[in-house]
């Protein structure tokens, strides 16, 4: 039998791809570096990061986008804006006195990278107003006692309250007004006063404001009227009567002082 031999040349030949020959776009060699906030306030942050080429983008389509989440009255609320601009951005509408975490985010068609993630707060603002509503007063003839709660939207820290009033009317047309009013001072958790020394059946007018590092936020005003009061009688001496007869005894009766109204 006559032996056959293969030679080299009918072998198969093996076949080897370059890397070169499927070259195109690749993930991100990193993501953003040397990410920081370069001006904080109370509604806006400003953002700032090494500039990068393409020898970082890997292609030159790609996105950079920011992500931040933050909790406001126990609500996680997340959102994603995308960076037109090369090396700062400026984050606008955020909420006073909030804790932000924040990143931002590298990706083209193949992929995405990271920058490492930033937690800042931004700073406070003026608090609204305390809510009207939440206004309640205890009327007496002398005084009135009133409390409140904080505003709804505090912005920071409160550190003070402000109260003004002021005598804005009487029963009484002859009662001097002019001297019931002033203004307290009351501390973040004294959120309530007792006004004394008012005068019986006149209308008050009283305006709350609360503060905070910041300034007083906006007023609101409400009306508490006191109670009137049985008018007071003048004391009487032992004085001799004017005049005395058999049947009858004349004497100087002095007037009653009112007390909130007109005395009949």
């Known amino acids: 039998m006559e032996e056959r031999r293969e030679d080299e040349g009918d072998k198969p030949a093996l076949t080897t791809l370059s890397s070169g020959a499927a070259a195109g776009a690749?993930?991100?060699v990193h993501g953003p570096q040397n990410v920081e906030i370069v001006d904080i306030r109370a509604r806006q942050l400003t953002l700032q990061w090494e500039p990068f080429g393409y020898a970082v983008t890997r292609c030159h389509r790609y996105n950079l986008t920011v992500q931040y989440q933050y909790v406001f009255n126990q609500q996680q609320y997340e959102a994603e804006e995308?960076?037109?601009?090369?090396?700062?951005?400026?984050?606008?509408?955020?909420?006073?006195?909030?804790?932000?975490?924040?990143?931002?985010?590298?990706?083209?068609?193949?992929?995405?990278?990271?920058?490492?993630?930033?937690?800042?707060?931004?700073?406070?603002?003026?608090p609204g107003a305390v809510?009207?509503?939440?206004?309640?007063?205890?009327?007496?003839?002398?005084?009135?006692?009133?409390?409140?709660?904080?505003?709804?939207?505090?912005?920071?820290?409160?550190t003070l309250y402000e109260i003004n009033y002021k005598a804005v009317g009487s029963l009484d047309p002859s009662a001097d007004l002019s001297s019931q009013r002033g203004k307290v001072f009351k501390l973040r958790n004294e959120t309530h006063h007792l006004f004394v020394g008012l005068y019986?059946?006149?209308?008050?007018?009283?305006?709350?404001k609360?503060?905070?590092?910041?300034g007083f936020g906006p007023p609101v005003t409400t009306r508490i009227a006191t109670k009137i009061s049985a008018p007071s009688m003048p004391?009487?001496?032992t004085d001799t009567p004017l005049n005395e007869t058999d049947t009858t005894i004349t004497v100087m009766l002095k007037p009653a002082q009112s007390r909130g109204a007109p005395v009949r």
Do not use: C
């Open 235 to 237: 004391e009487y001496d």
């Open 82 to 126: 995308v960076i037109q601009t090369s090396s700062h951005y400026t984050l606008r509408g955020l909420r006073p006195f909030m804790t932000i975490r924040l990143r931002l985010l590298l990706s083209n068609p193949e992929g995405r990278m990271e920058s490492e993630e930033l937690v800042v707060q931004t700073e406070e603002d003026v």
């Open 200 to 208: 019986p059946g006149t209308t008050y007018s009283f305006t709350i």
């Open 26 to 28: 690749a993930d991100p």
């Open 131 to 158: 809510p009207l509503e939440s206004i309640q007063g205890g009327p007496f003839e002398e005084k009135i006692y009133i409390q409140w709660k904080p505003p709804n939207e505090t912005n920071g820290v409160i």
């Open 210 to 214: 609360a503060s905070t590092a910041k």
